[in-house]
Structure formats: structure tokens, C-alpha cells
């Protein structure tokens, strides 16, 4: 800046330019001759900039001589009859002080003069500015607006009657509220029943009905299936049973043959074909692959997009994840495939001690060598454990690792498990009850429940809030009816209204003297006073020395004959 004021006098400092922030000393005063408004530091710079831009030399405007219009200024403002404000010649002097009357601060009084000099000025006079004796911005070309205060307006408090009032109104509101949007969906759904009505009966499609009745068009909706395209369905089969024909051609041939019309079909018909079509869409979406080519294509492509999926899943909410993938039979083309996390990787070879691929391969060899349809030697003991384990674990998924693990209970599972816990079942085996596995004596039933699990239908969630909601306010009416939350004994105790004594053990009998043999060694007598564990009896005839020594040399004399 300072080698820029010394070839061109135009660029000075702010403070030589503008004298200060205040705006009656820089903006106000007439304009000499031939001189051109000089409002802005940035717009002569820029000026001057597009000269050199342009590489024509500018000619250094004439300096200013604030000097003179600053008397000129004063002489104008001293005048009684132009300006009928009070006195500026405390402001306007340089020796002002700090604590005078600003000229620029909002008053009623109006400057008739100052419209012809800010017109020629080309500039405005913000009645807001408040400058400072000493601030930062001396010698500016711009002033910062003051901020206004406003006092907050203090709420009043309510009081306990409009409190009582506000919550009545709110919840008959939601009530009123509740019942408008049942009668909507009511509404809503029987229009839509009478619409779909119409569709089947004139075979067209629903989009037109809709415009027809002037409703709004549905831009998203199901593909559900109608008379017509149940007709060209049949017609599709029938047609391309040699020849592959598409759709126009096929339109044709159904046009010249009245049997594909659907205008003389009966309501009844019509339903018969659309559960048809409705049908070979669920039959196709759901039924195996052709070949076994077929099937490893279909198998690579949802392994990639499954693979994709888990991996942006991993990144968004840093959670892990396995994918083991292989062939269901040693006739598949399928290949063995593994996708895991690089901290699952870890686990598997740090905590249990073996490697992914090893896994991989004795599943594959697993499935390989088993036979379909062989009978399981498991036991019925063993399938019970095996369900008890499954049903333990699933719920243990729900508990917190640092947390106590939740005990199953099938007798009182809504008191302990979900009004204690907040956990619900999903998913239990149809025809079966909710009971101890060990009370189940069939196979079928056992392994009904295993496979629920295995596969992950059944299972436990955590009941939401609306649920949690239901459940209290359950809790809340049972107890008012006084109803108990548990199940009572089937068979009360003996000693039932009386006091609870300590029954002896029976011992058997002949035992009185072993009082100082261990606990497990002792015999324990039954309901019948016999021994489960009878005491040693030697046998009821003994054999003298004589005998044995007369069968040992008949023994040997046997030897020698031999």
C-alpha cells in the first residue's frame, strides 16, 4: 500500500481518505468540479486494476483536499436556516469530545440539505451506525451496524387448573384423532376392495378406473395379477410351445381368435384364472434352478451382491460378519465360498484355535459323505437336551454380555420372562404348547422345535414400546380383578397350614451301626424301607480246603492222560 500511495496520491490510508467512522465527516459536504465521487477505497482499486487489466495507462486523479470541504461542511451546517438540528461544532471539531452528541444518531428532525449531497454523493445514510472513540475499524470505508436489544417478554406461569384443562383437551384431541384415522383406513380399504371389484369384473386395469372416478393415480403399486394378463399368460404357454413368439405377434394371434377374449368370461372364470396366474408366479419364483450350471450362476451372482451388502454393512455400523457357502451335494457345481470380517478371522484363530478354510472344507466334506433320509441314532434324552440348549441360546442372545443370563421359564413365561424381562417368543411350532422339553415324548415334535431354531424361525425379540405399553396397562387391569400372575401347584404340599418340620431319613435295615461311614458309602432306605444299595451277603454254601485240593489232582491226572 505505501508503494501504491507514492506513485498514485489517490491510495492514502483511511484514515487520510475518510478522517474517521464518523459519517458527517467523510460522506457530507458539496462535490468540487470535475471531481469524481470518491466513496470507496475498493472501487478505485478496482478501477485502477481494470486499467492495468487493459494495459492502458490511467492518469492519477487530482488529490482531494478534505481539508476544504471539511470547512465547507462546517460553513454549511452553521447556517440557521438550512439546517435547524442541533449545533454540530463540537463533532465537526477535531478537538471533540468523547462523550458529545453524534450527529448521525436517529432524531426527528429532518436535513434538507442532505438529500442534494447524498444524491450527489450517490450514497445512504444508515440511521443505525454507532461508532466507538477507539476501535479496530478507524479509518474504514464502511461503519458496522450497532445490534438492537430487546427485551424478553417473561411467560406467564400456568396454573394447575389450565394445566389439568391443557391435558384433557390433549387426550380427548387424540381420541377424536384416533377415530378419524380408523374411519379413514375403514374407508380407504373398502374403496379399495370396490375398485379392484370393478377392475376384475370389466378386465381393466385399476390405473383406469382410478382416473375414471378422478382419484390420484398410484405411481408406485403391486403388480397384481387381472383376467387379461392371466389370458396372455395361457396364451404365452400355449403358442411358444414350439415357436418362441413375442409379445406383439402374440397380441395379433389373440385378436384373430375370439377364445382369448375375456369379455364373454363370468366373474367366476375370471377369479379361476387370476389364482392360476397368481400361482405360476409363486411356482417360478421360488422352484429350482433347471441345471446344475444354472444353479452355481444363480449361486455366484447373490453371493457377490450378499458379500457387498455385508461389507457397506461392516463400514456403516461397524459390525462383523460370516458368510460360509458351499454345495448341498456331492452332484453340485456349487463352489465352496467364504466371506468373513478380518476380526472374525482373528477370533477363530486366536480364541478357537482353528482356520476358516479348514472349516469350510470339512463342511463341504460333511455334506459330501452324509446320507439323505438315514435314521438319526440320536436319543430322545439327547434331542431334549439339544432343544433345552437351543432355547437357552437364543435367549442368551438378548442378554448383555456383563448381565446375568436369563433362565428360560415355559410354566410362567408372560410373568418372568415378559413382564420381568420385556422378551418376547416369536414363532412357536404350531399344534405344540409351551413346555419343558423334557415333557415332550415324541421325536417329531422334539425335532420340530430344534429345526425352528436351527433355522432361525423361531426366536426372541424385545418387546417395543407400543407393546410395552399394551403389557402395563394388562398388568394394571389383572391386577385390579385381583387375578394371580402365576400359575398355582397342581398338588399342594403335605404340610400345607402347618408348620414345615424337618423329615428323617429312613435307613435300611441292619445299618444302625454305620453311623460313622461317609455319606456315600451309607445305604438309603426306599418308600418299602428296602435298600436301593443292599449290604454285602456272602454266599450260602462254602467250599472246605479238601474239595479244592481233590479237583486240583483230578485236574492233573487229566493232563497226563492226555
Same mark, same amino acid.
Given at each position: ?22 459519517? /458527517? ?41 478534505? /481539508? ?27 478537538? /471533540?469530545? @468523547? ?48 445490534? !438492537? ?22 387426550? !380427548? ?21 370396490? @375398485? ?18 378422478? #382419484? ?44 382369448? $377374449? ?111 433320509? $438315514? ?7 439327547s434331542l431334549r437336551k439339544t432343544v433345552a440348549k437351543l432355547v437357552n441360546g437364543s435367549l442368551a442372545l438378548l442378554t448383555k454380555s456383563a448381565s446375568k443370563i436369563i433362565t428360560m421359564a415355559y410354566s410362567n413365561f408372560e410373568t418372568d420372562i415378559e413382564e420381568k424381562c420385556f422378551i418376547t417368543l416369536e414363532n412357536w411350532p404350531n399344534g405344540l404348547p409351551l413346555q419343558n422339553p423334557t415333557k415332550f415324548n415324541s421325536y417329531n415334535e422334539l425335532n420340530r422345535i430344534a429345526e425352528a431354531f436351527q433355522t432361525g424361525e423361531a426366536f426372541f425379540r424385545p418387546l417395543t414400546a407400543t407393546e410395552r405399553k399394551k403389557l402395563a396397562s394388562k398388568i394394571v387391569a389383572r391386577?385390579?380383578?385381583? !387375578? ?16 414345615? #418340620? ?61
Open positions: 500500500m505505501s508503494d501504491m500511495s507514492s506513485e498514485y496520491p489517490m491510495f492514502k490510508s483511511g484514515q487520510d481518505i475518510c478522517g474517521s467512522n464518523n459519517l /458527517a465527516d467523510n460522506n457530507l459536504g458539496p462535490t468540487p468540479p470535475q471531481q469524481l465521487p470518491d466513496y470507496s477505497l475498493m472501487n478505485n482499486l478496482l478501477f485502477n486494476l481494470m486499467d492495468l487489466f487493459n494495459e492502458t495507462p490511467s492518469n492519477p486523479e487530482p488529490v482531494v483536499d478534505w /481539508a476544504k470541504i471539511y470547512q465547507d461542511v462546517g460553513a454549511t451546517f452553521g447556517q440557521g436556516p438550512i439546517f435547524d438540528g442541533p449545533d454540530t461544532t463540537p463533532v465537526l471539531s477535531p478537538n /471533540a469530545p @468523547v462523550d458529545a452528541t453524534i450527529i448521525d444518531t436517529p432524531t426527528d428532525d429532518t436535513l434538507p440539505s442532505d438529500d442534494n449531497d447524498m444524491q450527489g454523493l450517490d450514497m445512504t445514510i444508515n440511521p443505525q451506525t454507532t461508532p466507538t472513540a477507539t476501535s479496530v475499524l478507524d479509518g474504514a470505508p464502511f461503519t458496522m451496524v450497532a445490534p !438492537v436489544a430487546v427485551a424478553a417478554t417473561p411467560r406467564r406461569k400456568l396454573t394447575s387448573a389450565e394445566k389439568a384443562q391443557r391435558k384433557v383437551n390433549a387426550q !380427548v384431541n387424540a381420541q377424536r384423532n384416533k377415530e378419524v384415522d380408523g374411519s379413514l383406513r375403514t374407508f380407504e380399504a373398502l374403496k379399495s376392495q370396490q @375398485v379392484d371389484a370393478l377392475a376384475l369384473k370389466h378386465a381393466i386395469p385399476v390405473a383406469r378406473i382410478n382416473k375414471l372416478m378422478g #382419484t390420484g393415480q398410484v405411481l408406485k403399486g403391486t403388480c397384481a395379477p387381472n383376467a387379461h394378463n392371466a389370458m396372455t399368460s395361457r396364451a404365452f404357454a400355449h403358442f411358444n410351445y414350439g415357436d418362441r413368439i413375442k409379445l406383439p405377434e402374440l397380441k395379433l394371434l389373440m385378436n384373430q381368435d375370439p377364445i382369448w $377374449s375375456t369379455k364373454g368370461l363370468t366373474d367366476k372364470q375370471k377369479v379361476l384364472l387370476c389364482e392360476e396366474l397368481a400361482e405360476k408366479r409363486e411356482r417360478e419364483a421360488t422352484s429350482s434352478c433347471p441345471s446344475s450350471l444354472s444353479a452355481a450362476k444363480l449361486s455366484s451372482e447373490r453371493l457377490k451382491l450378499i458379500d457387498h451388502q455385508m461389507k457397506q454393512l461392516e463400514v456403516q455400523t461397524g459390525s462383523l460378519g460370516l458368510v460360509l457357502h458351499t454345495k448341498g451335494g456331492s452332484d453340485s457345481a456349487i463352489r465352496a465360498s467364504l466371506s468373513a470380517s478380518l476380526n472374525v478371522w482373528v477370533f477363530f484363530r486366536d480364541v478357537l484355535k482353528l482356520d476358516l478354510y479348514d472349516v469350510l472344507l470339512n463342511l463341504e466334506l460333511y455334506v459330501c459323505t452324509r446320507r439323505e433320509g $438315514s435314521v438319526s441314532r440320536e436319543s430322545i434324552s391386577e385390579a380383578a385381583g !387375578v394371580l400372575p402365576k400359575k398355582t401347584r397342581v398338588k399342594p404340599r403335605s404340610d400345607k397350614g402347618k408348620k414345615h #418340620t424337618v423329615t428323617s431319613k429312613r435307613k435300611a435295615k441292619g445299618t444302625q451301626g454305620m453311623e460313622s461311614v461317609s455319606a456315600m458309602k451309607r445305604a438309603r432306605a426306599d418308600v418299602a424301607g428296602e435298600s436301593s444299595r443292599s449290604a454285602y451277603k456272602s454266599s450260602e454254601y462254602v467250599n472246605d480246603d479238601s474239595e479244592e485240593e481233590q479237583d486240583d489232582e483230578e485236574e492233573d491226572d487229566e493232563d497226563e492222560e492226555e
